[in-house]
């Protein structure tokens, strides 16, 4: 009778952890990326993601839902027909759920703002969903209007109580279908209680994704982490809830009376570049001058995704710290100033969700996980998540892979000396010191002959003379004249 009863208590703890969900968004224009940044639905793993969440469709001036790259999502007009390849992933795990998102930064709040005022743009959103999500074949819709009352609103605190009511006509429709309705929200309390009525809007949503990230970024004039799990170094006489960190968002969230089995922990495969004023005054809090590096396939000064940031720490010279108290790292080079998470911070994280019973933990976004193993086994930031949230062995890939020239330590004053390496600059050589004969041979893209890290787009003239202009790769990066992109060094013949 006593092994019965154990066996039974070993059969709830492993519905419990089978029921923690996996929440994956794919941002589709990772297509476009070059060389091994580019993401295509077929690079997706259905076996580490309980939802998969497609971003972004956006909506015109009548409320309507409709695509934003129709070429990309839909099969007319010899389109790609991402939306069905999307779906069909469902063949290979009929478990899976696919979610289709709508909004996101680019689309502003605006627009939303307007349609979620006016009863008849309302139904035309909600009809126009219901019919996308059921042609398509998606399991649910997931609303990101993430800045409803904030940004470029139009209608101001309206927006509260009408995004409230847009979620609510949202569930009158979906219910009959059985469809998810989901929604991507802000986090910290500052943004959170200006936006959303949250005891309203949780009845109506299926999972709510927090967005605990971009904390601070490279829009702050001090260096800051992305995703801190709890307060950290440098912010000792700062009161807790006056930090940006995970543990406070998901505790205001808790108190405002969010089901925690709803809510699901966002954590990102991307990190946050810094700029430092001064390079010997380089720890947590330090003055920065802005945004810092980009990657070589998301280009985006001030950001960086996991698979391009673990790649500069095996082949450059990086001095990585640990925050034991925030429970991230960052990392230092000369003026550069990096926070990231790893595998071992992502460990953390899913951990302190387990402790509160919440829902999952949602991945923004699977692009920039490593995806093709660059730096060791593949996705490592989900593996890592399925491993903690399925209660298996996480002994392996908890860390990222540091070259040995690279030193590991946990520091505690931003005004910290260190000897990092100074990122390499390079200036344009002046056009006019090459001869043009040497650099055009023919129309389309070339490299520099004195530099790696330029090359030239050769365009025929009016007078059919060829004519070279000079392009930059990104810091730390060489032109890669075989795949004409620009690409890591040590993968590159220059």
């Known amino acids: 009778m006593g092994l019965s009863v154990f066996a039974l208590v070993l059969f709830a703890i492993s519905a419990v952890s089978g029921e923690k969900h996996v929440v994956c968004y794919y941002g589709s224009w990772a297509t476009y990326r070059l060389g091994l940044g580019q993401f295509n639905v077929e690079h997706i793993n259905t076996d580490l993601c309980t939802h998969l969440v497609y971003t972004f469709v956006g909506i015109n001036n009548q409320g309507t839902v409709v695509s934003l790259d129709s070429w990309l999502d839909l099969p007319e007009n010899w389109g790609r027909d991402n939306f069905g390849k999307f779906n069909a992933l469902k063949k290979i795990n009929p478990n899976l759920k696919t979610i289709l998102a709508v909004g996101g930064w680019n689309e502003g709040s605006a627009k939303y703002s307007i349609m979620a005022a006016n009863p008849a743009l309302r139904k035309n959103f909600v009809t126009s969903a219901l019919q996308m999500v059921l042609k398509h074949g998606f399991d649910g819709f997931d609303v990101d209007w993430e800045y409803p009352n904030r940004r470029d609103t139009v209608n101001g605190e309206a927006d509260i109580d009408n995004f409230t009511m847009l979620l609510k006509e949202l569930r009158e429709a979906f219910n009959p279908h059985g469809l998810l309705i989901t929604a991507a929200l802000s986090a910290d309390k500052t943004s959170a209680s200006l936006s959303y009525d949250i005891p309203a809007i949780s009845k109506y949503l299926d999972l709510i994704h927090l967005m605990t990230y971009d904390m601070y970024g490279s829009w702050n004039t001090e260096t800051g982490h992305n995703a801190a799990l709890h307060k950290g170094e440098s912010f000792e006489n700062v009161p807790k809830n006056n930090v940006l960190t995970v543990d406070v968002a998901v505790e205001y969230w808790l108190s405002q009376g969010a089901p925690p089995e709803k809510l699901v922990l966002g954590v990102p495969a991307y990190g946050r570049t810094f700029d430092l004023v001064n390079a010997n005054v380089n720890g947590v809090r330090a003055p ?16 960086i995704g996991y698979n391009e940031f673990c790649h500069f720490l095996r082949t450059q010279s990086w001095e990585v710290r640990y925050d034991e108290e925030a429970k991230v790292p960052y990392a230092v080079q000369g003026h550069n100033w990096v926070s990231f998470d790893n595998p071992s911070s992502i460990t953390k994280k899913v951990e302190y969700a387990l402790s509160l019973n919440l829902g999952g933990i949602m991945l923004w976004s699977i692009e920039t996980d490593d995806f093709h193993g660059q730096c060791g086994e593949d996705f490592p930031m989900l593996r890592t ?29 931003a005004s910290s000396s260190t000897e990092s390496a100074a990122p390499t600059t390079t200036t344009e050589p002046p056009v006019t010191e090459i001869p043009e004969d040497s650099i055009c041979k023919s129309e389309g893209f070339t490299s520099s002959p004195v530099d790696c890290s330029i090359f030239y787009l050769c365009v025929t003239g009016v007078n059919g003379e060829l004519i070279p202009t000079l392009f930059k790769c990104p810091d730390g990066l060489h032109w890669d004249n075989t795949h004409k992109y620009c690409n890591f060094p040590d993968l590159v013949d220059c």
């Open 385 to 413: 998540i399925n491993r903690v949230l399925r209660n298996k062995n996480v002994s392996e890939s908890t860390s990222t892979p540091v070259p040995s020239n690279v030193t590991t330590e946990a520091t505690t004053s």
């Open 288 to 303: 920065s001058s802005g945004a810092g590096i980009s990657g070589p396939y998301t280009q985006q000064r001030g950001h």
